[in-house]
């Protein structure tokens, strides 16, 4: 399959969902070359946010970008804040590809996903989510917490990242990153010798 940027008859390898802010969602299947430009395009985006540590809370958070690749099996994942905070973070293919499901088919079906399902099961045991908040990292694995108000006390569930973005997206709930995690990656945006070859590609685009 060939490249879906105009003219490019590269061969397609990185599936892109772009979730735009005026709310269009775009997913081309790209060449190499035509994803980094993207990618790298959001990575220098979170190089420049501002410090964010001189807020008092994190901005409320949705998936603008996931990139996956035929031949890898990690996925790169971009959520934008509200006051234009990006925040990058990796994650398995698998989980990356829910995603973009849950973002391709916004509209309701009949069938509940899993994490609709997460999200009945919440609601049916008397607790009520109110926030989903991403505040650890181990490796490149990002954890999140589920903030769960039940009566008069407030439970806290740690998740996997890819979960607790799932149920936001699901229940409309806010979804936040915590503030230093969101310093420590934005600095980490910009050093990183992994992330290079994204970064140049990302200047390239500007030209
Ligand atoms: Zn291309």
């Known amino acids: 399959m060939n490249c879906d940027a105009e003219g490019c ?3 397609a390898v990185i599936r892109i969902f772009e979730l735009h802010e005026d709310g269009s969602l775009v997913h081309p299947m790209l060449c190499e070359q035509h994803a980094l430009t993207i990618i790298g395009g959001y990575y220098r985006k979170c190089t420049e946010n501002k410090a964010p ?3 008092k809370t994190s901005a409320h958070f949705t998936l603008a970008c996931i990139a996956t690749c035929d031949a890898n099996d990690i996925a790169f994942v971009f959520l934008r804040g509200e006051d234009g905070t990006y925040f990058p973070l990796e994650m398995g293919k698998l989980e990356a590809w829910m995603l973009g499901v849950l973002l391709s088919r916004r509209a309701k079906t009949n069938r509940p ?5 997460m999200a009945a099961l919440i609601d049916g045991l008397g607790g009520g989510l109110h926030e989903v908040i991403i505040d650890q990292i181990a490796e490149l694995d990002y954890r999140a917490k589920l903030q769960i108000a039940r009566s008069i ?3 806290t569930v740690g998740v996997r990242a890819s979960d607790g973005i799932a149920l936001a997206m699901a229940t409309g709930v806010p979804l936040r990153v915590d503030l230093e995690l969101i310093s420590m990656n934005t600095a980490r945006a910009a050093r990183s010798p992994v992330l290079e070859a994204f970064k140049r590609a990302g200047r390239a685009s500007d030209r």
């Open 153 to 155: 006390d407030v439970v």
């Open 113 to 117: 996903s899993t994490h609709e399902a």
């Open 53 to 55: 540590l001189t807020r």
């Open 9 to 11: 008859r590269s061969a």
